[in-house]
C-alpha cells in the first residue's frame, strides 16, 4: 500500500506528469483523426520514449493508449467518422445527437463516461492483475505452453473473414521467429547465409510495418482521401453542464456497470480490443434496454456503452500483460516491445520483480483518467483545428517517424528494411484478406511457445503431462472448444448464406 | 487459378523451401531435440493449414458471394499506393547513402507532392513542412533524446 501510494506520488514529479500530460494529448489528438489509430498514435510515440526511464517512457504510452480509446469519441460524435474503431459504436447515437443540436452533451456524455469506466476498470487492473501474476509464478513449461496455445486459438478463431486464413497468419507469425539462432543453443536457422538473419528479425519494425504502414497505404488507396479535410471546426457549441451529464451516467447503472465489465473481460481476452468491446457492450445495451428502438437515434444509453467499454477495455488488456506478458491488442504490443528495449523481462515475474513499475502503472493508469477529461476540455477549446490536417501532409510525418522507431531500436538501417518488408506483406495481407492481430501475436510468442515446449519435452519426456496437469489441461481443452465453437459459427453463417441464396435463386426462377 | 489457390501454392513453395532448409542445420549430436525440431513442427502445421486453404477454395460448397453490388464509393486508388510504395523504397535506400536530413527532406517533399493535389502553388507549403519535419525530428532526437539517426556519406 505504501509502495503504491509512494508511485502514484513520484507521478507528480513534473518530468514524469508531463510526459503523462503529453501522452494524453498525442493520444486525444492521434484518436481524434480518423485514419490514425491508437496503434498507430503509440507507434509513433515509441521513438520518444526511448531516451526516457522506464517508467517515464510506460506512463507516456498508457497516457496515450487512454487519451486515444477517448480521443476517438470526438470525430465521432461532431463529424459522425470514428476517430478510431473502438469508438466505431459511440457513432450511432453521438453523430445523431450532434445533428439534434446537442454535440456538447454527446462528446461530454463520451468523455465522462469513458472517464468513469475506466476509473472503475481500475481496481480490477490493480488486484487482479497482482493476483493473476502470483498464480502464474506456479505455472511450469507445461502450462505456459498451453497458455499461449490458447491464445493463439483465440485470436485466430476471432478472425473475421476466415478461420484458416487467421490460423495460416498466426502460424506463419510463429515461422518468423523461428529464422535466426534457436533459443537454446544458439545454431542458426533458416538464415540462407544472411549475417543479419542470425539474430531474427527484431519484433518492433515487424510490428510497426505491420500496422503503420500497412494502414497508410490503405488510406491512401481510398481515391481522393489524401486530399481530404475533416470539416469540423469551431462552428459547435461545446457548453454542457458538467454536473448534469454525470448525473445522466450515474442515472443509468446497469448500463455503466454491464459496459465496464464488457470492455474488461475483452480486454483481458487476448489481442480482441476495444473494437470489439465497444459493439459488444452497444449490443448488450440496445438488447437489455426497454426501448431499443430509440438506439441510433441520439439517445445517452448508446454513447455510454460503448465509451465506458472501450476505456474499461484498457485496464483488461493492462492485466493480461502485466500478470502473463502477453499482449491484450496491439497497444499493448508496443508497451510489452518498450518493456524489452529497457531491459525488462515481461511476464507474471514482472510485478513482483519490477513493483515500483508496475506500480507506477497502476497510478498511471488511474490519474490518466481525471487529467483526461481536463486535456480533452482544453482540447476542444484551443486545438480542434490540429486535426484538421490533410492525409498528404500527415502521412510522410507519420512514415518518417515509423522509420525513426525502427531505426532507434538497434541503430541499424537493417532494422528500417525489416519494416519496409513487413510493411508490404501487411498491405498485401490486408487485401488478400488475412488478418494482422495473429500474425503479430504468433511473432510475440514464438519463441516462449518454443522455449516452453522443448523445456517441458526435456524435463520430462512424457508428452501427456501437457494434458494431465489440471491448469495445463484446462488451457488445452479451451483451445480445442474455442477452436471448434470458431469451426461450428462459421459453419451455421455459411449454411445461413446458402439457404438465403437458395430461397433468392427460387423467387427469380 | 483462383486467389487464395494461387497464394497457397506460393506458401506451400515458401514451405518446401525452409523445410529444405533445416535439413541443412548442423546439431550437436547428443542433444535429444535439436534447432530443426520446432521449424518442422511449425513448417508442418502451416503446410497443412494451406491445403485446408486450397481445398475450402477449390470445394464447389464456396459461400455464395452475395448479389448485390459492391458498396458504393470510389474505386481503390492503387496508383498511388504504389507511388507511395516506390517513394518510400527510395528513401529508404537513400538513408544510408546521403544520410537522414537530406533523405527526410526529398522524402517528405516527393511523397506529399506526389500523393498531394499536385499544385504548384501549394510547392513552398509543402517544401515548408519538409523543412520543419526534418529540423524538428533531427532536433528533438539527435540533440534531446540522444537517438542517433542515419547516416549517409555526407552527414
Given amino acids: 500500500m505504501e509502495l503504491a501510494l509512494n508511485t502514484f506520488l513520484i507521478l507528480f514529479e513534473p518530468t514524469l506528469f508531463l510526459s503523462l500530460c503529453t501522452g494524453i494529448l498525442a493520444g486525444i489528438v492521434g484518436g481524434a483523426i480518423p485514419g490514425i489509430t491508437i496503434t498507430m498514435t503509440i507507434i509513433l510515440t515509441l521513438p520518444f520514449t526511448f531516451g526516457m526511464p522506464p517508467l517515464q517512457g510506460l506512463a507516456t504510452m498508457i497516457g496515450v493508449y487512454v487519451g486515444g480509446e477517448s480521443g476517438g469519441l470526438i470525430s465521432a460524435c461532431l463529424i459522425g467518422i470514428p476517430g478510431t474503431p473502438s469508438a466505431m459504436a459511440t457513432t450511432f447515437d453521438g453523430f445523431p445527437m450532434t445533428r439534434k443540436g446537442q454535440p456538447g452533451r454527446a462528446v461530454w456524455l463520451g468523455i465522462w463516461a469513458s472517464a468513469i469506466g475506466g476509473l472503475l476498470a481500475a481496481i480490477p487492473l490493480v488486484f487482479g492483475a497482482v493476483q493473476l501474476a502470483f498464480l502464474a509464478v506456479n505455472f511450469g513449461p507445461w502450462e505456459y505452453f498451453s497458455l499461449f496455445i490458447l491464445t493463439l486459438s483465440i485470436v485466430a478463431g476471432l478472425a473475421e473473414q476466415s478461420l484458416v486464413k487467421g490460423l495460416i497468419s498466426a502460424v506463419f507469425g510463429l515461422l518468423v521467429t523461428t529464422i535466426g539462432t534457436d533459443p537454446l543453443m544458439a545454431i542458426p536457422r533458416l538464415t540462407f547465409g544472411w549475417e543479419f538473419l542470425r539474430t531474427g528479425f527484431p519484433f518492433l519494425p515487424i510490428l510497426i510495418g505491420i500496422f503503420g504502414l500497412s494502414q497508410i497505404m490503405s488510406d491512401l488507396e481510398k481515391s481522393g482521401a489524401a486530399q481530404e479535410e475533416l470539416r469540423f471546426g469551431r462552428e459547435f457549441n461545446m457548453k454542457v453542464s458538467h454536473l448534469a451529464i454525470i448525473r445522466e451516467i450515474f442515472a443509468q447503472p446497469v448500463n455503466l456497470i454491464r459496459s465496464t465489465l464488457i470492455g474488461l473481460w475483452i480486454g483481458i481476452l487476448p489481442a480482441v480490443g476495444g473494437s470489439a468491446a465497444n459493439i459488444l457492450a452497444y449490443d448488450q445495451a440496445k438488447k437489455g434496454s426497454k426501448h431499443p428502438e430509440k438506439f441510433g437515434t441520439g439517445i445517452p444509453e448508446g454513447i455510454i456503452a460503448s465509451e465506458a467499454s472501450n476505456n474499461a477495455n484498457v485496464g483488461g488488456s493492462l492485466i493480461t500483460m502485466m500478470a502473463f506478458g502477453i499482449p491484450g491488442d496491439a497497444v499493448t504490443a508496443v508497451m510489452l516491445g518498450a518493456l524489452i528495449i529497457h531491459g525488462i523481462q515481461p511476464g507474471p515475474m514482472f510485478v513482483v520483480t519490477n513493483a515500483p513499475i508496475a506500480y507506477g502503472m497502476f497510478a498511471a493508469y488511474f490519474l490518466a483518467h481525471p487529467l483526461m477529461i481536463v486535456l480533452e476540455w482544453l482540447f476542444l477549446r484551443f486545438a480542434l483545428p490540429v486535426v484538421k490536417l490533410p492525409q498528404y501532409i500527415l502521412a510522410p510525418i507519420i512514415l518518417v517517424l515509423c522509420v525513426i522507431g525502427s531505426f532507434a531500436l538497434n541503430n541499424i538501417i537493417e532494422n528500417v528494411w525489416t519494416f519496409f518488408i513487413f510493411g508490404v506483406l501487411g498491405y498485401a495481407m490486408v487485401k488478400t484478406g488475412f488478418p494482422l492481430a495473429p500474425l503479430i501475436l504468433g511473432v510475440i510468442l514464438g519463441d516462449m511457445i518454443e522455449t516452453n515446449y522443448i523445456r517441458a519435452i526435456m524435463t520430462d519426456s512424457d508428452w501427456t503431462l501437457f494434458f494431465t496437469r489440471p491448469w495445463s489441461g484446462v488451457m488445452l481443452a479451451l483451445s480445442v472448444v474455442s477452436f471448434g465453437y470458431s469451426l461450428w459459427q462459421r459453419h451455421r453463417a455459411e449454411q445461413r448464406a446458402l439457404a438465403a441464396a437458395a430461397t433468392e435463386a427460387d423467387v427469380e426462377f | ?155
Fill in chain 2, 1 to 155: 487459378m483462383r486467389r487464395d489457390t494461387g497464394i497457397g501454392v506460393g506458401l506451400l513453395a515458401i514451405c518446401g523451401l525452409l523445410y529444405w532448409q533445416t535439413c541443412l542445420i548442423s546439431a550437436p549430436p547428443f542433444i535429444p531435440i535439436g534447432p530443426a525440431f520446432y521449424p518442422r513442427i511449425v513448417l508442418i502445421l502451416l503446410a497443412g493449414l494451406v491445403v485446408w486453404l486450397i481445398a475450402k477454395d477449390l470445394s464447389p460448397r464456396r459461400r455464395p458471394s452475395p448479389k448485390t453490388p459492391k458498396a458504393a464509393g470510389p474505386a481503390p486508388n492503387y496508383g498511388k499506393v504504389l507511388i507511395a510504395f516506390i517513394v518510400f523504397l527510395g528513401y529508404v535506400a537513400g538513408l544510408g547513402i546521403v544520410g537522414y536530413p537530406i533523405a527526410t527532406f526529398f522524402f517528405v517533399l516527393g511523397l506529399s507532392w506526389s500523393i498531394g493535389p499536385r499544385n504548384v502553388r501549394e510547392l513552398p507549403k509543402l517544401v515548408v513542412i519538409a523543412i520543419v519535419t526534418t529540423a524538428a525530428t533531427y532536433l528533438i532526437f539527435e540533440r534531446y533524446l540522444y537517438v542517433f539517426l542515419p547516416r549517409g556519406l555526407l552527414f
